[in-house]
């Protein structure tokens, strides 16, 4: 095609997006029938460049709807709207094991989407592109405020929507790697929802003392919300991944400060000492890991370390006591934690208990462990700093990238009807403001 | 206790461009609830604006401002953009104030609000129900900004992401000098490579000397850049900038622009700046009527060969423009290239035909370039509903031209 003469027309709106805000891509004025490369490029915080891209046909008059048209091809296929980002890989070259996380979210993703001739699967980076624009990704909407709390020992952060409030609030709880992981917290804040991060791995108190939390620090957490003048006191929530499941189901369940209104865990377990902190739950997981298993890939796969469900009520949290609306969110191919076997057996101990209507289980089969917020590209395998032996291993979360990212969209819709149902009066959480996610 | 009943608002984009139109939404209302929608924004010179409608809720508790009309505010009716094109300074402002970002690399900032009740005054002292923040952007992510100083030629360039190449835009403002950034930003948002040009620094000027050169230099260094189709240049002004752009397409034998935008524009060449006072406000109108009849003031327009749209309002209280673009239409016909003349005439439309909602004035403080130092208040004119709706056709029908101009693999052809 004569770069001279190229009028071939590249737009996606909106170029300034939130991350789970979906995008419209159209290539327009290409010659009809011409081949191309919608390719996607992300250099992240780590300096990792990671790209995605799916193969074309332009129809009779020169159209690409990215939304509506199949892609043939590339590192997704078929039609899907949001594969350029879900479907993002490291280039070739990288470093294995990488795993992309935001951690500064006060400023957005970049992503560079360019349309190349032709269906390409490589050197893209040796070659000049038709057209290209640059699409930012935001995990905090305009007006959230981020405010670091250090009171009380606690290693956090606090997102506040814009406006008066007050807002109902949530505590926001990651797994074993540990950090202090925002953007969640900011997402969610961005959706009406006063969110607190809270880092209790490897946290200052942690770092300064040696020893692991106990279930205090959790308390002084929700109280924090609780009193703070933006947030509605009695509309508080928590939401847990992975080991941040633990703690959540036994704060819900077990704590006398803690007045959870709901309370979403995803790729957990209910399998722990019924009386310990932190420590215990950590030393009740180790005790088993022996039975970790590699794969063919060299992976360790984690889940059997948990299993099998034990019968013994002091090793597993007494479901029957919830008192609020819990929503359960699984992977069927989660290799890291047994999350399917425990949310049956919570299902069984609720319905003895005469309590199953506050629990509902979102199954995701070929989903794997890390449901993250949607549209994040999915990791199956990941390079873990163990806590326990300070080592960093490949990982093995599971889960087929395609399932996973329709997964991944569909928990997070349900999780924000979820939680504006329990956290907000009346029946009619906001559909409209949902509408264009 | 049970938790909170606050409506829920939501607005999108809450980031987009100045030109992109908004989606405001109010949801679980009381049933039939009057509740006022609230825009307020602070500007860079820290002066406040406002703008507010007036609705009723329907049975399921929600407003949607595309849809529903207003009664009363600054704005009345169905208007999905009223809450940022009837901005107006707040109550106890200075007089005589004008809305232009001069920072272009950060967005203005809008509070949207809902407030209970029909309000119309008082809104800071008051607690609305809910608000957000809006980010509203001149420049499309990637778009690269670069300070330009050469060959004597002052500006700001502006250049679209991607490899390109593509087309360009030499683009001019008018008599108040100063590096005006905005337009070529948000036209290189378009696609555009796009020159803001300095060239009437207030400062500086004593001999109104617009030197014909300099135009041409800043023409060349867009159609030299490496990013730009050099034989799709095209010239884009408004007000004096509109007088520049028809005086270089008529006579440079150097520079060929591919077409020319003209708004707000008088093909007569200014000697001095005199101005009628009335009601304390200056209106430079009626002294231009008078030059219309002697041609040696005048633009040869017959010799422009390039298409050329004209954007005019018909209550402009600044230059004839109607009777200039008469009159330019007459001299083109009698030169044989009338074919290549657009223009558009927009009622109760002043001079100041900016990008889409941004807020009218009708009149505003001004420091003329050259008129010693005094600030003047300069009579604009146009009504604020009528001339916010010109805004936006024009930007339409601007952007349209420009497109089958400067990006069509067709010929040029003027008619739109």
Redesign the interface.
């Given at each position: 095609m004569d770069?001279?003469?190229c009028?071939l027309?590249?737009l996606v709106q909106?170029?300034?997006?939130?991350v789970d805000e979906m995008f419209i891509i159209l290539v327009q004025k290409a010659p009809s029938g011409f081949q191309l490369t919608v390719h996607a490029l992300h250099k992240c915080e780590d300096g990792h460049s990671w790209e995605a891209f799916g193969h074309y046909t332009a129809d009779t008059i020169g159209t690409v709807n990215v939304s509506e048209d199949p892609s043939l091809g590339g590192t997704y296929s078929g039609v899907e709207q949001m594969g350029l980002l879900w479907s993002l890989r490291p280039v070739p070259g990288s470093k294995p094991g990488l795993r992309l996380r935001k951690m500064n979210v006060q400023i957005p993703m970049?992503v560079?989407i360019?349309v190349y001739q032709g269906h390409q699967t490589e050197g893209f980076m040796d070659q000049?592109?038709?057209?290209?624009?640059?699409?930012?990704r935001?995990y905090m909407?305009?007006?959230v405020s981020r405010i670091p709390i250090t009171e009380d020992r606690l290693s956090a952060t606090l997102f506040l929507p814009?406006?008066?409030?007050?807002?109902?609030g949530l505590l926001d709880l990651w797994g074993g790697g540990g950090q202090l992981v925002e953007y969640r917290a900011s997402l969610l804040a961005s959706h009406?929802i006063a969110s607190l991060a809270l880092d209790y791995l490897t946290a200052k108190i942690i770092m300064e003392t040696g020893k692991m939390v106990d279930l205090q620090y959790f308390e002084k957490a929700y109280k924090i919300l609780e009193q703070h003048p933006q947030v509605?006191?009695?509309?508080i929530g928590m939401l847990g991944l992975s080991l941040g499941t633990s703690i959540t189901l036994k704060m819900a369940v077990y704590s006398e400060v803690m007045k959870l209104?709901c309370a979403v865990c995803i790729s957990g377990c209910h399998m722990q000492p019924v009386d310990g902190s932190v420590e215990e739950i950590l030393k009740y997981f180790n005790q088993n890991a022996d039975r970790t298993r590699i794969s063919e890939e060299n992976e360790l796969i984690w889940r059997d370390v948990l299993l099998p469900v034990p019968s013994d009520l002091a090793f597993k949290v007494d479901m029957g006591r919830l008192k609020c609306p819990l929503l359960v969110v699984v992977g069927e191919d989660d290799q890291n934690w047994p999350a399917s076997e425990s949310a049956m057996d919570m299902e069984e101990m609720m319905e003895q208990a005469g309590n199953s209507h506050l629990l509902t289980v979102l199954s995701y089969p070929k989903a794997g462990h890390l449901i993250e917020p949607p549209y994040t590209p999915h990791a199956r395998a990941s390079l873990f700093k163990s806590l326990a032996t300070r080592e960093k291993m490949i990982v093995l979360w599971g889960g087929e990238t395609a399932a996973h990212s329709r997964a991944q969209e569909d928990a997070w819709r349900k999780l924000l009807v979820f939680l504006k149902e329990n956290?907000?009066?009346?029946s009619?959480?906001?559909?409209?403001?949902l509408s264009?996610l | 206790m049970s938790p909170p009943t606050s409506p829920i608002l939501s607005v999108q984009p809450t980031r987009g461009l100045v030109d992109e139109k908004l989606k405001v939404v109010v949801e679980s209302l009381p049933p039939g609830s009057p509740v006022t929608l609230h825009s307020l924004h602070h500007s860079e010179d820290e002066d406040y604006w406002e703008a507010f409608g007036h609705y009723v809720s329907d049975f399921r508790g929600m407003v949607s401002v595309s849809e529903d009309l207003s009664f009363g505010g600054t704005y009345t009716g169905k208007e999905d953009m009223g809450l940022l094109w009837s901005m107006r300074p707040v109550p106890g402002s200075r007089k005589g104030l004008r809305l232009r970002k001069m920072n272009v690399c950060s967005p203005m900032l809008h509070n949207i609000s809902v407030y209970s009740g029909h309000v119309s005054e008082g809104f800071r002292e008051q607690t609305p129900l809910t608000s957000v923040l809006v980010e509203r952007w001149y420049m499309a992510p990637g778009v690269k900004r670069i300070d330009i100083m050469e060959k004597g030629v002052r500006g700001t360039l502006f250049i679209p992401p991607g490899p390109g190449p593509f087309p360009g835009l030499l683009d001019m403002w008018g008599g108040g000098g100063g590096l005006i950034e905005y337009r070529s930003a948000l036209l290189a948002s378009h696609g555009y490579v796009s020159l803001a040009m300095d060239y009437f620094n207030s400062q500086e000027l004593e001999s109104a000397d617009l030197e014909f050169k300099y135009f041409e230099t800043a023409f060349n260094i867009i159609k030299e850049h490496p990013q730009v189709i050099p034989d799709r240049v095209g010239m884009f002004g408004l007000s004096l900038g509109s007088l520049v752009t028809m005086h270089v397409a008529a006579e440079s034998t150097i520079v060929k622009p591919r077409c020319c935008i003209c708004v707000s524009g008088s093909h007569f060449y200014p000697n001095t700046f005199f101005c009628i006072a009335e009601n304390n406000h200056h209106v430079w109108r009626d002294m231009w009527i008078h030059l219309l009849d002697d041609p040696s003031k005048k633009v040869d327009v017959g010799k422009i060969n390039c298409p050329i749209l004209l954007v005019n309002g018909k209550d402009d209280q600044n230059v004839p423009a109607d009777e200039c673009a008469e009159d330019i239409a007459l001299l083109m016909n009698a030169a044989g290239n009338g074919h290549l003349l657009s223009r558009v005439l927009y009622p109760d439309t002043g001079h100041l035909i900016e990008p889409p909602y941004s807020p009218h004035f009708r009149a505003s403080n001004f420091k003329a370039a050259g008129v010693a130092t005094k600030t003047v208040m300069l009579l604009w004119g146009g009504q604020t509903k009528p001339h916010s709706d010109a805004q936006e056709d024009a930007w339409r029908k601007i952007l349209s031209f420009l497109q089958h101009n400067l990006y069509s693999s067709t010929p040029p052809r003027a008619k739109l």
């Amino acid at each position: 095609m004569d770069r001279k003469r190229c009028t071939l027309k590249l737009l996606v709106q909106p170029s300034r997006g939130l991350v789970d805000e979906m995008f419209i891509i159209l290539v327009q004025k290409a010659p009809s029938g011409f081949q191309l490369t919608v390719h996607a490029l992300h250099k992240c915080e780590d300096g990792h460049s990671w790209e995605a891209f799916g193969h074309y046909t332009a129809d009779t008059i020169g159209t690409v709807n990215v939304s509506e048209d199949p892609s043939l091809g590339g590192t997704y296929s078929g039609v899907e709207q949001m594969g350029l980002l879900w479907s993002l890989r490291p280039v070739p070259g990288s470093k294995p094991g990488l795993r992309l996380r935001k951690m500064n979210v006060q400023i957005p993703m970049e992503v560079t989407i360019s349309v190349y001739q032709g269906h390409q699967t490589e050197g893209f980076m040796d070659q000049v592109p038709l057209a290209s624009v640059v699409v930012e990704r935001w995990y905090m909407a305009p007006g959230v405020s981020r405010i670091p709390i250090t009171e009380d020992r606690l290693s956090a952060t606090l997102f506040l929507p814009p406006g008066p409030g007050p807002f109902p609030g949530l505590l926001d709880l990651w797994g074993g790697g540990g950090q202090l992981v925002e953007y969640r917290a900011s997402l969610l804040a961005s959706h009406g929802i006063a969110s607190l991060a809270l880092d209790y791995l490897t946290a200052k108190i942690i770092m300064e003392t040696g020893k692991m939390v106990d279930l205090q620090y959790f308390e002084k957490a929700y109280k924090i919300l609780e009193q703070h003048p933006q947030v509605h006191g009695s509309s508080i929530g928590m939401l847990g991944l992975s080991l941040g499941t633990s703690i959540t189901l036994k704060m819900a369940v077990y704590s006398e400060v803690m007045k959870l209104r709901c309370a979403v865990c995803i790729s957990g377990c209910h399998m722990q000492p019924v009386d310990g902190s932190v420590e215990e739950i950590l030393k009740y997981f180790n005790q088993n890991a022996d039975r970790t298993r590699i794969s063919e890939e060299n992976e360790l796969i984690w889940r059997d370390v948990l299993l099998p469900v034990p019968s013994d009520l002091a090793f597993k949290v007494d479901m029957g006591r919830l008192k609020c609306p819990l929503l359960v969110v699984v992977g069927e191919d989660d290799q890291n934690w047994p999350a399917s076997e425990s949310a049956m057996d919570m299902e069984e101990m609720m319905e003895q208990a005469g309590n199953s209507h506050l629990l509902t289980v979102l199954s995701y089969p070929k989903a794997g462990h890390l449901i993250e917020p949607p549209y994040t590209p999915h990791a199956r395998a990941s390079l873990f700093k163990s806590l326990a032996t300070r080592e960093k291993m490949i990982v093995l979360w599971g889960g087929e990238t395609a399932a996973h990212s329709r997964a991944q969209e569909d928990a997070w819709r349900k999780l924000l009807v979820f939680l504006k149902e329990n956290l907000y009066s009346g029946s009619n959480p906001g559909t409209t403001s949902l509408s264009h996610l | 206790m049970s938790p909170p009943t606050s409506p829920i608002l939501s607005v999108q984009p809450t980031r987009g461009l100045v030109d992109e139109k908004l989606k405001v939404v109010v949801e679980s209302l009381p049933p039939g609830s009057p509740v006022t929608l609230h825009s307020l924004h602070h500007s860079e010179d820290e002066d406040y604006w406002e703008a507010f409608g007036h609705y009723v809720s329907d049975f399921r508790g929600m407003v949607s401002v595309s849809e529903d009309l207003s009664f009363g505010g600054t704005y009345t009716g169905k208007e999905d953009m009223g809450l940022l094109w009837s901005m107006r300074p707040v109550p106890g402002s200075r007089k005589g104030l004008r809305l232009r970002k001069m920072n272009v690399c950060s967005p203005m900032l809008h509070n949207i609000s809902v407030y209970s009740g029909h309000v119309s005054e008082g809104f800071r002292e008051q607690t609305p129900l809910t608000s957000v923040l809006v980010e509203r952007w001149y420049m499309a992510p990637g778009v690269k900004r670069i300070d330009i100083m050469e060959k004597g030629v002052r500006g700001t360039l502006f250049i679209p992401p991607g490899p390109g190449p593509f087309p360009g835009l030499l683009d001019m403002w008018g008599g108040g000098g100063g590096l005006i950034e905005y337009r070529s930003a948000l036209l290189a948002s378009h696609g555009y490579v796009s020159l803001a040009m300095d060239y009437f620094n207030s400062q500086e000027l004593e001999s109104a000397d617009l030197e014909f050169k300099y135009f041409e230099t800043a023409f060349n260094i867009i159609k030299e850049h490496p990013q730009v189709i050099p034989d799709r240049v095209g010239m884009f002004g408004l007000s004096l900038g509109s007088l520049v752009t028809m005086h270089v397409a008529a006579e440079s034998t150097i520079v060929k622009p591919r077409c020319c935008i003209c708004v707000s524009g008088s093909h007569f060449y200014p000697n001095t700046f005199f101005c009628i006072a009335e009601n304390n406000h200056h209106v430079w109108r009626d002294m231009w009527i008078h030059l219309l009849d002697d041609p040696s003031k005048k633009v040869d327009v017959g010799k422009i060969n390039c298409p050329i749209l004209l954007v005019n309002g018909k209550d402009d209280q600044n230059v004839p423009a109607d009777e200039c673009a008469e009159d330019i239409a007459l001299l083109m016909n009698a030169a044989g290239n009338g074919h290549l003349l657009s223009r558009v005439l927009y009622p109760d439309t002043g001079h100041l035909i900016e990008p889409p909602y941004s807020p009218h004035f009708r009149a505003s403080n001004f420091k003329a370039a050259g008129v010693a130092t005094k600030t003047v208040m300069l009579l604009w004119g146009g009504q604020t509903k009528p001339h916010s709706d010109a805004q936006e056709d024009a930007w339409r029908k601007i952007l349209s031209f420009l497109q089958h101009n400067l990006y069509s693999s067709t010929p040029p052809r003027a008619k739109l």
